[in-house]
Protein backbone atom coordinates (compact mmCIF):
# COMPACT_ATOMS: atom_id res chain seq x y z
CA UNK A 1 0.00 0.00 0.00
CA UNK A 2 1.13 3.12 -0.81
CA UNK A 3 2.28 5.75 2.15
CA UNK A 4 2.63 9.08 -0.16
CA UNK A 5 0.09 11.29 1.71
CA UNK A 6 0.00 13.41 -1.87
CA UNK A 7 -1.47 10.06 -3.80
CA UNK A 8 -4.15 10.83 -5.34
CA UNK A 9 -7.53 8.30 -4.64
CA UNK A 10 -8.64 9.45 -8.20
CA UNK A 11 -8.24 5.61 -9.42
CA UNK A 12 -9.91 4.31 -6.39
CA UNK A 13 -13.44 3.52 -5.37
CA UNK A 14 -14.42 6.60 -2.36
CA UNK A 15 -16.52 5.97 0.32
CA UNK A 16 -17.58 9.54 0.40
CA UNK A 17 -21.22 9.10 -0.92
CA UNK A 18 -21.79 7.16 2.23
CA UNK A 19 -21.08 10.59 4.21
CA UNK A 20 -20.57 13.90 4.63
CA UNK A 21 -16.24 14.31 4.31
CA UNK A 22 -14.45 17.17 2.32
CA UNK A 23 -13.20 15.21 -0.82
CA UNK A 24 -9.81 17.10 -0.54
CA UNK A 25 -8.73 15.34 2.67
CA UNK A 26 -5.39 14.34 2.46
CA UNK A 27 -4.48 10.61 1.91
CA UNK A 28 -2.44 9.12 4.60
CA UNK A 29 -0.93 5.89 5.87
CA UNK A 30 -2.83 3.59 7.28
CA UNK A 31 -1.46 4.23 11.36
CA UNK A 32 -1.26 1.33 13.33
CA UNK A 33 0.22 -1.93 13.02
CA UNK A 34 -0.61 -6.26 13.62
CA UNK A 35 2.30 -6.98 15.52
CA UNK A 36 4.25 -10.00 15.16
CA UNK A 37 2.30 -13.39 13.84
CA UNK A 38 0.69 -15.16 16.79
CA UNK A 39 1.74 -13.07 19.44
CA UNK A 40 0.28 -9.66 18.07
CA UNK A 41 -3.33 -10.97 17.78
CA UNK A 42 -2.60 -12.65 21.51
CA UNK A 43 -1.26 -9.03 23.34
CA UNK A 44 -4.21 -7.08 21.46
CA UNK A 45 -6.83 -9.71 22.82
CA UNK A 46 -5.26 -9.79 26.45
CA UNK A 47 -5.26 -5.63 26.30
CA UNK A 48 -8.66 -5.88 24.81
CA UNK A 49 -10.50 -8.02 27.49
CA UNK A 50 -8.04 -7.81 30.49
CA UNK A 51 -5.77 -5.31 30.34
CA UNK A 52 -7.91 -2.20 28.99
CA UNK A 53 -11.53 -2.96 28.41
CA UNK A 54 -13.24 -2.81 25.22
CA UNK A 55 -13.66 1.13 25.21
CA UNK A 56 -9.80 1.88 26.63
CA UNK A 57 -8.92 -0.04 24.09
CA UNK A 58 -10.21 1.40 21.19
CA UNK A 59 -9.60 4.92 23.19
CA UNK A 60 -5.50 4.28 23.21
CA UNK A 61 -4.96 3.75 20.38
CA UNK A 62 -7.00 6.54 18.81
CA UNK A 63 -4.85 8.74 20.76
CA UNK A 64 -1.61 6.92 20.13
CA UNK A 65 -2.40 7.19 16.13
CA UNK A 66 -3.84 10.67 16.29
CA UNK A 67 -7.03 9.09 13.95
CA UNK A 68 -9.80 6.98 14.32
CA UNK A 69 -8.92 5.15 11.52
CA UNK A 70 -5.85 2.63 12.13
CA UNK A 71 -4.90 -1.24 12.08
CA UNK A 72 -5.14 -3.63 14.75
CA UNK A 73 -6.27 -6.92 15.99
CA UNK A 74 -9.61 -7.98 16.82
CA UNK A 75 -10.66 -11.18 19.09
CA UNK A 76 -10.73 -13.34 19.41
CA UNK A 77 -7.57 -14.70 17.58
CA UNK A 78 -5.85 -17.76 17.56
CA UNK A 79 -6.85 -20.55 17.39
CA UNK A 80 -10.85 -19.25 16.95
CA UNK A 81 -10.25 -17.16 13.82
CA UNK A 82 -7.78 -17.71 11.46
CA UNK A 83 -7.24 -14.17 10.70
CA UNK A 84 -7.86 -11.33 13.44
CA UNK A 85 -6.16 -8.43 11.25
CA UNK A 86 -8.64 -5.07 11.02
CA UNK A 87 -8.55 -1.98 9.98
CA UNK A 88 -10.79 -0.27 12.41
CA UNK A 89 -13.36 2.54 11.46
CA UNK A 90 -14.12 4.30 14.88
CA UNK A 91 -16.08 8.10 13.49
CA UNK A 92 -19.61 8.28 12.02
CA UNK A 93 -17.57 9.40 8.53
CA UNK A 94 -16.40 6.59 7.67
CA UNK A 95 -18.24 3.91 9.30
CA UNK A 96 -20.85 3.95 6.49
CA UNK A 97 -18.62 1.97 4.22
CA UNK A 98 -19.53 -1.32 6.29
CA UNK A 99 -22.79 -0.73 4.72
CA UNK A 100 -22.19 -0.49 1.11
CA UNK A 101 -22.40 -3.86 -0.14
CA UNK A 102 -21.30 -2.32 -4.07
CA UNK A 103 -17.88 -2.43 -2.27
CA UNK A 104 -17.57 -4.79 0.71
CA UNK A 105 -18.49 -8.42 1.13
CA UNK A 106 -20.64 -9.38 4.06
CA UNK A 107 -19.61 -13.10 3.94
CA UNK A 108 -19.63 -15.12 6.88
CA UNK A 109 -18.22 -12.51 8.77
CA UNK A 110 -21.98 -11.86 10.80
CA UNK A 111 -20.23 -11.87 14.28
CA UNK A 112 -16.55 -11.01 13.52
CA UNK A 113 -13.34 -12.48 12.61
CA UNK A 114 -14.84 -15.89 13.05
CA UNK A 115 -18.10 -17.74 12.17
CA UNK A 116 -19.83 -19.53 14.54
CA UNK A 117 -19.83 -23.66 13.88
CA UNK A 118 -22.81 -24.69 11.41
CA UNK A 119 -23.36 -27.53 13.80
CA UNK A 120 -25.21 -24.94 15.69
CA UNK A 121 -27.40 -24.15 13.06
CA UNK A 122 -28.48 -27.35 11.89
CA UNK A 123 -25.47 -27.90 9.39
CA UNK A 124 -26.34 -24.62 7.65
CA UNK A 125 -25.13 -21.22 6.85
CA UNK A 126 -28.39 -19.12 8.03
CA UNK A 127 -29.21 -15.87 5.89
CA UNK A 128 -26.98 -13.57 8.53
CA UNK A 129 -23.71 -15.17 7.23
CA UNK A 130 -24.65 -14.98 3.66
CA UNK A 131 -23.30 -11.97 1.04
CA UNK A 132 -25.81 -10.40 -1.06
CA UNK A 133 -24.09 -11.69 -4.25
CA UNK A 134 -25.31 -15.22 -3.01
CA UNK A 135 -28.75 -16.21 -4.36
CA UNK A 136 -29.94 -18.00 -1.11
CA UNK A 137 -29.31 -14.88 0.38
CA UNK A 138 -32.22 -13.28 -1.79
CA UNK A 139 -34.71 -16.39 -1.22
CA UNK A 140 -34.57 -16.21 2.53
CA UNK A 141 -34.74 -12.35 2.95
CA UNK A 142 -37.52 -12.75 0.46
CA UNK A 143 -38.87 -15.38 3.02
CA UNK A 144 -38.76 -13.00 6.30
CA UNK A 145 -39.63 -9.83 4.31
CA UNK A 146 -43.13 -11.94 3.48
CA UNK A 147 -43.93 -13.49 7.02
CA UNK A 148 -43.34 -10.24 8.85
CA UNK A 149 -45.45 -8.66 6.45
CA UNK A 150 -48.34 -11.42 7.16
CA UNK A 151 -48.00 -10.44 10.77
CA UNK A 152 -48.21 -6.83 10.42
CA UNK A 153 -51.71 -6.65 12.53
CA UNK A 154 -50.39 -8.51 15.56
CA UNK A 155 -46.87 -6.58 16.48
CA UNK A 156 -48.93 -4.33 18.69
CA UNK A 157 -51.80 -5.89 20.20
CA UNK A 158 -49.20 -9.61 20.84
CA UNK A 159 -46.75 -7.34 22.34
CA UNK A 160 -49.16 -5.39 24.64
CA UNK A 161 -50.67 -8.15 25.74
CA UNK A 162 -47.35 -9.65 26.36
CA UNK A 163 -46.19 -6.51 28.67
CA UNK A 164 -49.65 -6.62 30.77
CA UNK A 165 -48.29 -9.66 31.90
CA UNK A 166 -45.05 -8.26 32.58
CA UNK A 167 -46.16 -5.48 34.51
CA UNK A 168 -48.01 -7.95 36.66
CA UNK A 169 -45.28 -9.84 37.47
CA UNK A 170 -43.03 -6.99 38.19
CA UNK A 171 -45.46 -5.08 40.92
CA UNK A 172 -45.97 -8.95 42.08
CA UNK A 173 -42.41 -8.98 42.43
CA UNK A 174 -41.32 -5.34 43.82
CA UNK A 175 -44.41 -5.75 46.52
CA UNK A 176 -42.72 -8.81 47.69
CA UNK A 177 -38.72 -7.62 47.33
CA UNK A 178 -39.08 -3.75 47.14
CA UNK A 179 -36.65 -3.75 44.17
CA UNK A 180 -36.90 -5.78 40.78
CA UNK A 181 -34.14 -7.00 38.05
CA UNK A 182 -35.86 -6.30 35.30
CA UNK A 183 -33.86 -8.52 32.84
CA UNK A 184 -34.78 -11.60 34.13
CA UNK A 185 -38.45 -10.85 33.38
CA UNK A 186 -37.55 -9.11 30.20
CA UNK A 187 -36.06 -11.99 28.78
CA UNK A 188 -38.98 -14.54 29.62
CA UNK A 189 -41.39 -11.84 28.08
CA UNK A 190 -39.04 -11.32 24.94
CA UNK A 191 -39.00 -14.82 24.46
CA UNK A 192 -42.81 -15.61 24.99
CA UNK A 193 -43.74 -12.79 22.45
CA UNK A 194 -41.15 -14.00 19.55
CA UNK A 195 -42.14 -17.72 19.86
CA UNK A 196 -46.20 -16.57 19.90
CA UNK A 197 -45.24 -13.92 17.17
CA UNK A 198 -43.66 -17.00 14.74
CA UNK A 199 -45.67 -20.20 16.08
CA UNK A 200 -49.22 -18.82 17.28
CA UNK A 201 -49.41 -20.80 20.78
CA UNK A 202 -47.53 -20.00 24.09
CA UNK A 203 -43.56 -21.64 24.53
CA UNK A 204 -45.78 -23.02 28.15
CA UNK A 205 -48.05 -25.20 25.64
CA UNK A 206 -44.95 -26.97 24.16
CA UNK A 207 -42.52 -29.44 25.26
CA UNK A 208 -40.35 -26.26 25.60
CA UNK A 209 -42.48 -25.02 28.76
CA UNK A 210 -40.90 -22.25 30.53
CA UNK A 211 -37.34 -22.86 29.72
CA UNK A 212 -37.18 -21.78 26.30
CA UNK A 213 -35.29 -18.38 26.94
CA UNK A 214 -32.48 -20.19 28.93
CA UNK A 215 -32.01 -22.87 25.87
CA UNK A 216 -32.01 -20.04 23.71
CA UNK A 217 -29.57 -18.14 26.32
CA UNK A 218 -27.11 -21.47 25.90
CA UNK A 219 -26.96 -21.46 22.53
CA UNK A 220 -25.97 -17.71 21.78
CA UNK A 221 -23.82 -17.92 24.36
CA UNK A 222 -21.97 -20.75 22.70
CA UNK A 223 -21.60 -18.66 19.62
CA UNK A 224 -20.77 -15.54 21.46
CA UNK A 225 -18.33 -17.02 23.68
CA UNK A 226 -15.29 -15.81 21.84
CA UNK A 227 -16.52 -12.25 22.22
CA UNK A 228 -17.13 -12.58 25.94
CA UNK A 229 -15.51 -12.05 29.23
CA UNK A 230 -17.15 -13.27 32.65
CA UNK A 231 -15.48 -10.51 35.06
CA UNK A 232 -13.67 -13.42 36.90
CA UNK A 233 -10.86 -12.36 39.11
CA UNK A 234 -7.74 -11.44 37.99
CA UNK A 235 -5.93 -15.02 38.88
CA UNK A 236 -8.69 -16.73 36.66
CA UNK A 237 -7.86 -14.44 33.71
CA UNK A 238 -5.70 -17.18 31.90
CA UNK A 239 -8.13 -19.85 32.55
CA UNK A 240 -11.10 -18.25 30.96
CA UNK A 241 -9.25 -16.82 27.98
CA UNK A 242 -7.78 -20.68 27.01
CA UNK A 243 -11.63 -21.86 27.74
CA UNK A 244 -13.69 -19.03 26.09
CA UNK A 245 -11.43 -17.20 23.21
CA UNK A 246 -8.70 -19.81 22.14
CA UNK A 247 -10.73 -22.63 21.46
CA UNK A 248 -14.45 -22.85 19.92
CA UNK A 249 -16.87 -24.40 22.63
CA UNK A 250 -18.13 -27.50 21.15
CA UNK A 251 -21.69 -27.70 19.86
CA UNK A 252 -22.40 -31.35 21.13
CA UNK A 253 -22.27 -29.47 24.37
CA UNK A 254 -25.53 -27.26 23.55
CA UNK A 255 -27.25 -29.55 20.51
CA UNK A 256 -30.02 -30.87 22.59
CA UNK A 257 -31.10 -27.50 23.52
CA UNK A 258 -30.63 -26.92 19.76
CA UNK A 259 -32.98 -29.63 19.12
CA UNK A 260 -35.23 -28.56 21.48
CA UNK A 261 -35.89 -25.43 20.02
CA UNK A 262 -36.03 -26.37 16.22
CA UNK A 263 -38.66 -28.87 16.95
CA UNK A 264 -40.80 -26.61 18.73
CA UNK A 265 -40.29 -24.25 15.92
CA UNK A 266 -40.97 -26.92 12.95
CA UNK A 267 -43.55 -28.34 15.00
CA UNK A 268 -45.42 -24.71 15.27
CA UNK A 269 -44.65 -22.93 12.25
CA UNK A 270 -46.54 -25.32 9.28
CA UNK A 271 -47.70 -23.01 7.00
CA UNK A 272 -45.12 -20.63 7.32
CA UNK A 273 -42.69 -23.38 6.54
CA UNK A 274 -45.38 -24.63 3.22
CA UNK A 275 -44.53 -20.93 2.01
CA UNK A 276 -40.89 -21.18 2.22
CA UNK A 277 -40.87 -25.02 0.44
CA UNK A 278 -43.15 -23.11 -2.54
CA UNK A 279 -40.05 -20.55 -2.92
CA UNK A 280 -37.62 -23.07 -3.32
CA UNK A 281 -36.27 -23.25 0.06
CA UNK A 282 -35.98 -26.68 2.04
CA UNK A 283 -38.07 -27.66 4.73
CA UNK A 284 -36.08 -27.95 7.33
CA UNK A 285 -33.80 -25.25 5.76
CA UNK A 286 -36.19 -22.25 6.05
CA UNK A 287 -36.83 -23.99 9.89
CA UNK A 288 -33.04 -23.41 10.76
CA UNK A 289 -32.95 -20.06 9.18
CA UNK A 290 -36.31 -18.86 11.07
CA UNK A 291 -34.93 -20.16 14.55
CA UNK A 292 -32.01 -18.03 13.93
CA UNK A 293 -33.79 -14.68 13.52
CA UNK A 294 -36.04 -15.65 15.70
CA UNK A 295 -33.61 -17.09 18.57
CA UNK A 296 -30.44 -14.79 17.29
CA UNK A 297 -31.70 -11.73 15.83
CA UNK A 298 -34.85 -10.84 17.47
CA UNK A 299 -35.13 -12.11 20.57
CA UNK A 300 -31.19 -11.69 21.08
CA UNK A 301 -31.56 -7.97 20.31
CA UNK A 302 -34.62 -7.80 22.57
CA UNK A 303 -32.82 -9.15 25.51
CA UNK A 304 -30.07 -6.07 24.90
CA UNK A 305 -32.28 -3.70 24.06
CA UNK A 306 -34.98 -3.68 26.51
CA UNK A 307 -33.04 -3.39 29.87
CA UNK A 308 -30.71 -0.58 27.98
CA UNK A 309 -33.64 1.07 26.89
CA UNK A 310 -35.49 1.32 30.59
CA UNK A 311 -32.04 2.05 31.63
CA UNK A 312 -31.42 4.97 29.90
CA UNK A 313 -35.03 6.47 30.32
CA UNK A 314 -34.70 5.31 34.16
CA UNK A 315 -31.45 7.49 34.79
CA UNK A 316 -32.52 10.33 32.57
CA UNK A 317 -34.86 11.22 35.73
CA UNK A 318 -38.19 12.61 36.51
CA UNK A 319 -38.56 15.62 34.24
CA UNK A 320 -38.33 13.57 31.30
CA UNK A 321 -40.72 10.98 32.75
CA UNK A 322 -43.35 13.73 33.19
CA UNK A 323 -42.76 14.83 29.52
CA UNK A 324 -43.52 11.29 28.34
CA UNK A 325 -46.57 10.66 30.12
CA UNK A 326 -47.89 13.99 28.86
CA UNK A 327 -47.19 13.56 25.25
CA UNK A 328 -48.01 9.59 25.81
CA UNK A 329 -50.90 9.92 27.13
CA UNK A 330 -52.81 12.88 25.29
CA UNK A 331 -52.22 11.47 22.52
CA UNK A 332 -53.61 8.07 23.42
CA UNK A 333 -56.55 9.81 24.92
CA UNK A 334 -57.42 11.58 21.32
CA UNK A 335 -56.56 8.30 18.92
CA UNK A 336 -58.60 5.93 21.49
CA UNK A 337 -55.73 3.85 21.51
CA UNK A 338 -52.49 2.84 20.87
CA UNK A 339 -52.26 2.32 17.21
CA UNK A 340 -49.57 2.79 14.58
CA UNK A 341 -51.13 6.30 14.05
CA UNK A 342 -50.61 7.37 17.64
CA UNK A 343 -47.52 6.00 17.59
CA UNK A 344 -46.27 7.89 14.77
CA UNK A 345 -47.36 11.22 16.33
CA UNK A 346 -45.54 10.70 19.55
CA UNK A 347 -42.47 12.70 18.58
CA UNK A 348 -40.82 12.74 21.81
CA UNK A 349 -41.18 9.23 22.70
CA UNK A 350 -39.39 8.18 19.15
CA UNK A 351 -36.79 10.47 20.18
CA UNK A 352 -36.09 9.13 23.38
CA UNK A 353 -35.91 5.51 21.45
CA UNK A 354 -33.47 6.58 18.48
CA UNK A 355 -31.28 7.91 21.24
CA UNK A 356 -31.41 4.63 23.17
CA UNK A 357 -29.92 3.13 20.29
CA UNK A 358 -27.44 5.33 19.31
CA UNK A 359 -25.80 5.84 22.68
CA UNK A 360 -26.19 1.73 23.35
CA UNK A 361 -27.17 0.21 20.12
CA UNK A 362 -27.77 -3.82 20.47
CA UNK A 363 -25.48 -4.71 18.60
CA UNK A 364 -21.67 -3.53 19.29
CA UNK A 365 -19.60 -4.01 15.85
CA UNK A 366 -19.45 -4.77 12.30
CA UNK A 367 -17.26 -6.22 9.98
CA UNK A 368 -16.69 -6.45 6.07
CA UNK A 369 -13.95 -7.06 3.62
CA UNK A 370 -13.16 -4.62 0.95
CA UNK A 371 -14.35 -5.95 -2.52
CA UNK A 372 -12.14 -3.83 -4.23
CA UNK A 373 -9.45 -1.06 -3.48
CA UNK A 374 -11.16 1.73 -1.32
CA UNK A 375 -10.25 5.16 -0.50
CA UNK A 376 -12.47 5.77 2.90
CA UNK A 377 -12.79 9.37 4.53
CA UNK A 378 -12.67 10.01 8.43
CA UNK A 379 -13.13 13.66 9.51
CA UNK A 380 -9.20 14.18 8.84
CA UNK A 381 -8.03 12.23 6.12
CA UNK A 382 -8.54 9.45 3.48
CA UNK A 383 -7.27 6.28 3.94
CA UNK A 384 -6.16 3.36 1.43
CA UNK A 385 -7.96 -0.02 1.79
CA UNK A 386 -6.70 -2.72 0.14
CA UNK A 387 -9.30 -5.47 -1.69
CA UNK A 388 -9.70 -8.40 0.80
CA UNK A 389 -8.84 -6.20 3.73
CA UNK A 390 -11.05 -6.79 6.92
CA UNK A 391 -13.03 -3.47 7.64
CA UNK A 392 -14.41 -3.40 11.37
CA UNK A 393 -16.33 -0.75 12.94
CA UNK A 394 -17.12 -0.26 16.55
CA UNK A 395 -20.69 1.08 16.53
CA UNK A 396 -20.69 2.91 19.73
CA UNK A 397 -17.83 4.95 19.24
CA UNK A 398 -19.23 6.09 15.53
CA UNK A 399 -22.74 6.67 17.08
CA UNK A 400 -21.09 8.78 19.72
CA UNK A 401 -18.88 10.79 17.74
CA UNK A 402 -18.09 14.46 18.93
CA UNK A 403 -17.63 15.76 15.61
CA UNK A 404 -21.34 14.84 15.27
CA UNK A 405 -23.13 14.86 18.50
CA UNK A 406 -23.24 17.79 20.94
CA UNK A 407 -22.64 15.89 24.34
CA UNK A 408 -22.16 12.85 22.54
CA UNK A 409 -21.94 10.44 25.98
CA UNK A 410 -25.30 12.08 27.63
CA UNK A 411 -28.45 10.45 27.08
CA UNK A 412 -30.36 13.63 25.88
CA UNK A 413 -34.07 12.51 25.17
CA UNK A 414 -35.06 15.60 22.68
CA UNK A 415 -31.94 14.88 20.39
CA UNK A 416 -34.18 13.76 17.65
CA UNK A 417 -36.59 16.25 17.98
CA UNK A 418 -37.53 18.86 15.27
CA UNK A 419 -34.42 19.80 13.43
CA UNK A 420 -32.42 16.86 15.35
CA UNK A 421 -34.29 14.31 13.19
CA UNK A 422 -31.28 15.27 10.61
CA UNK A 423 -29.08 13.44 12.87
CA UNK A 424 -30.72 10.48 12.15
CA UNK A 425 -28.18 9.17 9.24
CA UNK A 426 -25.66 9.22 11.81
CA UNK A 427 -27.88 6.64 13.66
CA UNK A 428 -26.04 3.11 13.28
CA UNK A 429 -27.47 -0.53 14.81
CA UNK A 430 -29.66 -2.34 12.07
CA UNK A 431 -26.66 -2.64 9.77
CA UNK A 432 -27.35 0.27 8.05
CA UNK A 433 -28.27 3.74 9.23
CA UNK A 434 -31.76 4.73 10.64
CA UNK A 435 -33.12 6.86 7.42
CA UNK A 436 -32.36 3.59 5.18
CA UNK A 437 -35.03 0.49 4.20
CA UNK A 438 -33.66 -3.08 4.63
CA UNK A 439 -33.98 -4.47 1.09
CA UNK A 440 -32.85 -8.03 -0.60
CA UNK A 441 -29.70 -6.06 -1.59
CA UNK A 442 -28.34 -5.27 1.63
CA UNK A 443 -27.33 -6.71 4.93
CA UNK A 444 -29.67 -4.40 6.88
CA UNK A 445 -31.79 -6.46 9.53
CA UNK A 446 -35.03 -7.20 7.65
CA UNK A 447 -37.12 -6.64 11.44
CA UNK A 448 -35.17 -2.92 11.69
CA UNK A 449 -38.99 -1.28 11.90
CA UNK A 450 -40.39 -3.80 14.32
CA UNK A 451 -37.20 -2.85 16.68
CA UNK A 452 -38.38 0.48 17.20
CA UNK A 453 -42.01 -0.12 16.96
CA UNK A 454 -41.49 -2.81 20.04
CA UNK A 455 -39.49 -0.22 21.71
CA UNK A 456 -42.11 2.85 21.48
CA UNK A 457 -45.05 0.23 22.92
CA UNK A 458 -42.76 -0.34 25.86
CA UNK A 459 -42.43 3.10 26.60
CA UNK A 460 -46.08 3.72 25.79
CA UNK A 461 -47.56 1.19 28.04
CA UNK A 462 -44.55 1.47 30.60
CA UNK A 463 -46.31 5.11 31.11
CA UNK A 464 -49.55 5.02 31.01
CA UNK A 465 -49.13 2.91 33.63
CA UNK A 466 -46.29 4.72 36.11
CA UNK A 467 -46.00 8.28 36.62
CA UNK A 468 -41.89 7.48 37.13
CA UNK A 469 -39.56 5.26 38.23
CA UNK A 470 -35.74 4.83 39.45
CA UNK A 471 -33.30 2.26 38.40
CA UNK A 472 -30.21 0.81 39.37
CA UNK A 473 -27.98 0.10 36.25
CA UNK A 474 -25.25 -2.61 35.79
CA UNK A 475 -22.95 -3.79 33.12
CA UNK A 476 -23.90 -7.67 31.78
CA UNK A 477 -21.33 -10.00 29.52
CA UNK A 478 -23.73 -8.68 26.78
CA UNK A 479 -25.56 -5.05 27.52
CA UNK A 480 -26.48 -3.93 30.55
CA UNK A 481 -28.75 -4.72 33.58
CA UNK A 482 -31.32 -2.40 34.53
CA UNK A 483 -32.98 -2.95 38.63
CA UNK A 484 -36.24 -1.04 39.56
CA UNK A 485 -35.88 0.34 42.73
CA UNK A 486 -39.05 2.51 42.51
CA UNK A 487 -42.01 2.90 41.11
CA UNK A 488 -44.78 5.69 41.39
CA UNK A 489 -48.39 4.39 40.04
CA UNK A 490 -49.93 6.67 37.21
CA UNK A 491 -52.38 9.46 38.88
CA UNK A 492 -54.30 9.71 36.19
CA UNK A 493 -54.55 8.33 32.51
Given amino acids: MSSNSSSSPSNLQSSSSNGSPSTDLPL ?52 ISSNSNVIALLDAVSFPILFDTSKVQKLNVFVGTYMPSTALTGGYRVCAYLDPSEPKHALLKRLIFSILASLHDKFIPLFRNCLSELFVNLEDQFSDKGKVYFNTISEKMSFDFV ?34 TLGLPKLLNFFEDLLLHTFPLPAFLVKSDYNKLYNAFYGSMASILDKAEQSGIKRNEACHNLVFM ?200
Wanted: charged content about 25%; aromatic content about 12%; overall charge neutral.
Fill in 28 to 79: KPLPGNYGLPLFGPIKDRLDYFYRQGKDTFFQTRIQEHQSTVFRTNMPPGPF
Fill in 294 to 493: AGFNTYGGLKTLLPALIKWVGLAGEKLHRELCDEIRSIVRAEGGVTFSALEKMTLTKSVVYEALRIEPPVAFQYAKAKEDLVVHSHDAAFEIKKGEMIFGYQPFATKDPKIFEDPEEFVGHRFVGEGEKLLKYVYWSNGREIDDPAVENKQCPAKDLVVLLSRVMLVELFLRYDTFTIEAGMLLLGSSATFTSLTKATSI
Fill in 195 to 228: FRLFCDQNPSDTHLGSKGSTMSDKWLFFQLAPLI
